[in-house]
T-cell receptor, first 114, second 114 residues
Framework: NAGVTQTPKFRVLKTGQSMTLLCAQDMNHEYMYWYRQDPGMGLRLIHYSVGEGTTAKGEVPDGYNVSRLKKQNFLLGLESAAPSQTSVYFC?????????????FGPGTRLTVL | DQQVKQNSPSLSVQEGRISILNCDYTNSMFDYFLWYKKYPAEGPTFLISISSIKDKNEDGRFTVFLNKSAKHLSLHIVPSQPGDSAVYFCAASAGVQGAQKLVFGQGTRLTINP
């Protein structure tokens, strides 16, 4: 069981470039999430998905798009990167059903936008 | 406006002693609280949680206390061990069903000294 994996681990972009971050989970979880973490701040929710083919906005969605074409994958896209998007990005997944299931996090992607 | 706050950026404790990490929140709609632990270059891992209908939850060396009237929770680690050195995030969630849109505090870096 690999859990939650993220690709790539590091990336440097120039302003205006685009890229896609890939998150994959092998736990058959329904819910998936994208967070960003900036220095001195906690993790903030960007977008999330409650199932294949569905996505919803979180706390800080501007400048990002997401897709969930397959249950096990959740993609985060930056169409035109800005220096303000320099951050560490974490993906997480969680079970549905029951009450208050924990989220399992990937190792993160460190993105620098110059 | 930060809804979840951890006012101590860092804490240093001697091995074997008690570590107490604090967290305050402002949103009275939060009804579930979690603590996550994070090592460098890794994603956060779930540590312990508590529902708003309880005031204490214990799991081995870790105990979380919730004071709803004060909108305050704390994590106690007894006894503290060198492996507990990490960044600890407090997180809160509102709503019983569906995806958990977690709101995180800024984190507290705990250092356990031998």
């Amino acid at each position: 069981n690999a859990g939650v994996t993220q690709t790539p681990k590091f990336r440097v972009l120039k302003t205006g470039q685009s890229m896609t971050l890939l998150c994959a989970q092998d736990m058959n979880h329904e819910y998936m999430y994208w967070y960003r973490q900036d220095p001195g701040m906690g993790l903030r929710l960007i977008h999330y998905s409650v199932g294949e083919g569905t996505t919803a906005k979180g706390e800080v969605p501007d400048g990002y798009n997401v897709s969930r074409l397959k249950k096990q994958n959740f993609l985060l896209g930056l169409e035109s990167a800005a220096p303000s998007q320099t951050s560490v990005y974490f993906c997480a997944s969680g079970k549905s059903g029951g009450v208050y299931n924990e989220q399992f996090f990937g190792p993160g992607t460190r993105l620098t936008v110059l | 406006d930060q809804q979840v706050k951890q006012n101590s950026p860092s804490l240093s404790v001697q091995e074997g002693r008690i570590s107490i990490l604090n967290c305050d929140y402002t949103n009275s709609m939060f009804d579930y609280f979690l603590w996550y632990k994070k090592y460098p270059a890794e994603g956060p891992t779930f540590l312990i949680s508590i529902s708003s209908i309880k005031d204490k939850n214990e799991d081995g060396r870790f105990t979380v206390f919730l004071n709803k009237s004060a909108k305050h929770l704390s994590l106690h680690i007894v006894p503290s061990q060198p492996g507990d050195s990490a960044v600890y995030f407090c997180a809160a969630s509102a709503g019983v069903q569906g995806a958990q849109k977690l709101v995180f505090g800024q984190g507290t870096r705990l250092t356990i000294n031998p």
